[in-house]
C-alpha cells in the first residue's frame, strides 16, 4: 500500500522541478496523473476480476514490478509532454489493480479483527507520506530530481517485491471464527449480479468520490499549497510528514473501532472531522500551528473514512465477489487522483491561487458524511457480515 501512494505522495515535491526545467504548467504536468484516472475507469473492473480468478499473488507480483518500472522511468523522459504521459500510462495498468490487489486477500482472511487488518493494511500509504517527500526533497536539492524517482522506486521495489513474494496468499479463503489454522469455510457474499442491484454500492462509490476529488486536489498538491499561504516551502514538507505519522495512528486507531462500533458512525465523523484541514488553512492562512492542526486532522480521519468503506464493501456486500466490488468503488478513487489535481493545477493556473479548491472541500466533505448518513445502520449490527445466499 505505501508503493501504491508513492507517486502520490511526492507530486508536490516534484511539481515546481519540473515545472522549472520543462516549462510545462502545472496543469500539464497534472494530466500525468488524470491518465491514471482515465485508465482506471476502464481497467479497475477487468482488474477486479482477474484478481478474483487468478489470486492476489500472481497479480501483486506484476503490480510491483510495473509500478517501480514507471516511477524509474520518471526519472529518464525528455521534453516532450507526451513522455510523461508514457510513464503515468505505464503506471496506469498497475494502478488498476491497486488498491484492490492488497486490500482482497486481508479483506476475505480476516473475520473477527478484519477492522484492524484493513487498518494495519491501508496504513501503509502513511508510510509514504511519512518518508518518501523528505527523501524526494533531498534528491531534489543534491542530486536532482531525475534521480530522486529512480532511488524512490529502487528503495520500494527492495522492500514490496520480497513481502509480496513472501507473504501473500497464493489461495483465498475465510478463516472460521476460532481462528485455528486449517479451519476454513467458503467464500460468500453476493454475486456480482446482486451487488449491481444494491444500493449500498453505489452509496459507497459517490460518498468515496465526493471525499476524495477535493481531498486528493489538496493532500497531492500539499507542498505548493502550504506554500501558496505564506508558510516557507521546509515548513511546508516537515508538516506533510507529520500527516504522514498521523495517519498511520490514526488509521490503526479506527480500525481497533471498526471491530467494535458501528462503520458507517466511524465513517460520518471522520468525514466531518476531515473539514479541519481547508478550514484551517482558510481561517488562518500562513498559520504554521493552524496548518499543522488542519493537517493532522486529515491525516487522522482521511484514511479511517477508506477504512470504514473497505470493511463496509465486505461486511455488506460479501468476500465472494470482493474484488470486483471494491475496484469498482476504487474507481473514484482513480478518478480523484486524476481529476482532482487537474483541476485544482488549472484553477491555479487561471487564478494564482488554491483557495477556491479549499472552499469546494467544505462541501464535498460534508456532502460524503451525509451519503454515509442514507446508507443506513447495518439491519444485522456491526461487525456481522450481510450475504445474501449462493
Aim: proline share 5%.
Amino acid at each position: 500500500m505505501s508503493l501504491a501512494a508513492l507517486l502520490s505522495a511526492i507530486f508536490g515535491v516534484m511539481l515546481e522541478p519540473l515545472q522549472q526545467e520543462f516549462g510545462w504548467s502545472r496543469a500539464e504536468i497534472s494530466s500525468g496523473p488524470a491518465i491514471v484516472s482515465m485508465m482506471g475507469l476502464f481497467l479497475a473492473t477487468p482488474a477486479g476480476y482477474l484478481i478474483d480468478r487468478y489470486g492476489a499473488r500472481r497479480c501483486g507480483i506484476l503490480v510491483v514490478l510495473v509500478s517501480c518500472s514507471s516511477i524509474a522511468s520518471m526519472g529518464a523522459i525528455g521534453s516532450e509532454l507526451w513522455h510523461w504521459w508514457a510513464a503515468w500510462s505505464l503506471f496506469g495498468v498497475a494502478g488498476a489493480f491497486t488498491s484492490t490487489v492488497w486490500m482482497a486477500p486481508v479483506s476475505t482472511i480476516f473475520v473477527a479483527g478484519r477492522g484492524l487488518a484493513i487498518a494495519v493494511t491501508i496504513s501503509g500509504t502513511g508510510i509514504s507520506t511519512a518518508l518518501a517527500p523528505a527523501i524526494a526533497e533531498y534528491f531534489v536539492q543534491n542530486q536532482g530530481w531525475r534521480m530522486g524517482f529512480v532511488a524512490l522506486a529502487v528503495l520500494w521495489l527492495a522492500v514490496t517485491f520480497p513481502l509480496v513474494l513472501t507473504f501473500v496468499p497464493r489461495r483465498l479463503a475465510v478463516s472460521s471464527s476460532n481462528g485455528k489454522a486449517g479451519s476454513e469455510r467458503p467464500l460468500t457474499g453476493l454475486t456480482p449480479r446482486q451487488g449491481f442491484r444494491s444500493p449500498t454500492l453505489y452509496v459507497l462509490f459517490f460518498a468515496s468520490l465526493l471525499s476524495a476529488v477535493t481531498g486528493i486536489a489538496i493532500v497531492l498538491n500539499l507542498v505548493p499549497v502550504l506554500t501558496s499561504t505564506g508558510l516557507e516551502r521546509a515548513e511546508a514538507i516537515a508538516i506533510i510528514g507529520t500527516m504522514g505519522l498521523v495517519s498511520i495512528v490514526g488509521r490503526i486507531a479506527g480500525g481497533v473501532l471498526l471491530d467494535r462500533f458501528d462503520a458507517r458512525t466511524i465513517a460520518i465523523v471522520a468525514s466531518l472531522v476531515s473539514l479541519g484541514l481547508p478550514l484551517s488553512l482558510l481561517l488562518f492562512p500562513g498559520n504554521a500551528t493552524a496548518a499543522l492542526v488542519g493537517v493532522i486532522a486529515y491525516g487522522a480521519t482521511g484514511g479511517v473514512k477508506m477504512n470504514a468503506i473497505v470493511y463496509l464493501i465486505s461486511v455488506r456486500l460479501g468476500a465472494r465477489s470482493f474484488g470486483l466490488f471494491y475496484s469498482l468503488i476504487s474507481i473514484s478513487l482513480s478518478v480523484a487522483q486524476g481529476l482532482g489535481p487537474l483541476i485544482a493545477n488549472h484553477i491555479y493556473d487561471l487564478s494564482g491561487s488554491y483557495t477556491p479548491v479549499l472552499w469546494a472541500a467544505i462541501p464535498a466533505f460534508t456532502a460524503s458524511a451525509l451519503l454515509f448518513v442514507a446508507l443506513g445502520r447495518d439491519p444485522g449490527g456491526a461487525g456481522t457480515e450481510q450475504v445474501a445466499p449462493g
